[in-house]
C-alpha cells in the first residue's frame, strides 16, 4: 500500500501548473490553426507539433510520478459519487493528455507528413500512410480535442468548488502543497 500525503509532491505540482497552460495553450493553437488559410496557419502548425510532444513526454513523467507517489487521500465527508467522479475525471484527464499527442502523430504519419520538432529533427512515423486512417485519426483528433476541453473545463470547476466553496484541502494539495 502506497504512504497517504497531505499535499501532491513538489514534482507533481510542477508538471501539473507547467502542462496547464500548456495544454489550454494547445487548444487554442489547435483551433486556431484549423480556422485560418492566413500565414498565421504554417507558423501555428510549427508550434503545435513539438508542443504536442512535449507534452507527451511530460504527461509520461506525469503519470509516473502519481503512479510511484500516489495522490492525497479525499476528504472523509466527500460523499460516494464525488470521489467516484474525482477518479475517473482524473483517469479520462490522463488518458486525453496522452492520447491527443499520439493520435496526432499517427495522423501526420497517416497522412504522409514528417512531425518536425525543430529543424532537421523529425519523429518517426507510427501509422502507415493511409488517407482513409488519415481522415478516421483527424476526426479522431478533433472529437477527443473537445472532449479535453470539456474535461479541462470540468476539473476547473471542481478545482474552484472545492477551493472556494468546500474549502476542504483538495484545491490546495496542488494548488500550495504543504503550506
Known sequence: MKPTYAHFSPLARL?????????????????????????????LIAIHKPLGIALLLLVILRVSVRIRRG???????MPAPQRIAARMSHL???ALMAAMPLIGWAMLSAAGYPV???GPLHLPPIAPHNVELFALLRALHTWLAFALFATVL??????????????????????????
Open 15 to 43: 508538471l501539473h501548473w507547467t502542462m496547464a497552460p500548456l495544454i489550454v495553450a494547445m487548444l487554442f493553437v489547435g483551433v486556431g490553426m484549423v480556422a485560418t488559410v492566413s500565414r498565421a496557419h504554417t507558423t
Open 71 to 77: 495522490s492525497p487521500r479525499l476528504p472523509v465527508d
Open 92 to 94: 479520462v484527464l490522463y
Open 116 to 118: 518536425t520538432l525543430y
Open 154 to 179: 470540468l476539473h476547473l470547476a471542481a478545482a474552484l468548488f472545492h477551493g472556494l466553496i468546500r474549502r476542504d484541502g483538495v484545491f490546495s494539495s496542488m494548488a500550495r502543497g504543504g503550506r
